[in-house]
């Protein structure tokens, strides 16, 4: 059984749409994540929830709006798409947000023309 | 401070042959590192973790050095396989609910 994850898989949209990425673990872990990885691999958080609790927002646009409906899911909704948005967008989560592993999807690769 | 990606460093290693994946890290008072391993198309899979409490800690052919003096940390990989091509992060906490991972390494297996 998947742990963690997204959908959809591949995301081609236009400049300008509104798109969103929907996320969800089944481990019953407490903390959600989601992170931007770009086209050099560099991976860089940009929101933390704890209990369905946003507890960091890592200086990301208000364009990016994540909601969590209950702990076990983290959907992320992007407005106004631009083109430097393109990216794979992972969803993680850990079982308390301390000093822990977390957990990883398998990335939505988003492409914005 | 927060690693800035400038480009993905590549190690090759012929297959059979030990690998060895470094990492600097920028905060002294982190207590605690991660490995991950992340193969094209997926996401980051945990291999290994390591307390600032140790300076070693071996898994299954993967061993993770620690020196907190030069706030360095090393993956060594054990007869590299071709299942072990990926690019592979440490990283660290920076305080709760937030973790900052390196820059990566690709490491390539030549058969």
């Known amino acids: 059984d998947t742990a963690v994850s997204q959908t959809p898989k591949y995301l081609v949209t236009q400049m300008g749409n509104d798109k969103s990425i929907k996320c969800e673990q089944n481990?019953?872990?407490?903390?959600m994540y989601w992170y931007k990885q770009d086209s050099k691999k560099f991976l860089k958080i940009m929101f933390s929830?704890?209990?369905?609790?946003?507890?960091i927002n890592e200086t990301v646009p208000n364009r990016f709006s994540p909601k969590s409906p209950d702990k076990a899911h983290l959907n992320l909704h992007i407005n106004s798409l631009e083109l430097g948005d393109s990216a794979v967008y992972f969803c993680?989560?850990?079982?308390?947000?301390?000093?822990?592993?977390?957990?990883f999807g398998p990335g939505t690769r988003l492409t914005v023309t | 401070g927060e690693s800035v990606g400038l480009h993905l460093p590549t190690l090759s290693v012929q297959e059979g042959d030990n690998s060895i994946i470094n990492c600097a890290y920028s905060?002294?008072?982190?207590?605690?590192f991660i490995w991950y391993k992340q193969e094209s198309g997926k996401g980051p899979q945990f291999i290994i973790d390591i307390r600032s409490n140790m300076d070693k800690r071996q898994g299954q052919r993967v061993t993770v050095l620690l020196n907190k003096t030069v706030k360095h940390l090393s993956l060594q990989i054990a007869a590299t396989q071709p299942g072990d091509s990926a690019v592979y992060f440490c990283?660290?906490?920076?305080?709760?609910?937030?973790?900052?991972f390196g820059t990566g390494t690709r490491l390539k297996v030549l058969a």
């Open positions: 990283a660290e906490p920076s305080g709760t609910y937030k973790y900052i």
């Open positions: 481990l019953g872990h407490d903390t």
């Open positions: 993680a989560s850990s079982q308390s947000g301390g000093t822990e592993e977390q957990y």
């Open positions: 929830y704890n209990n369905k609790e946003l507890i």
């Open positions: 905060n002294s008072a982190s207590d605690y």
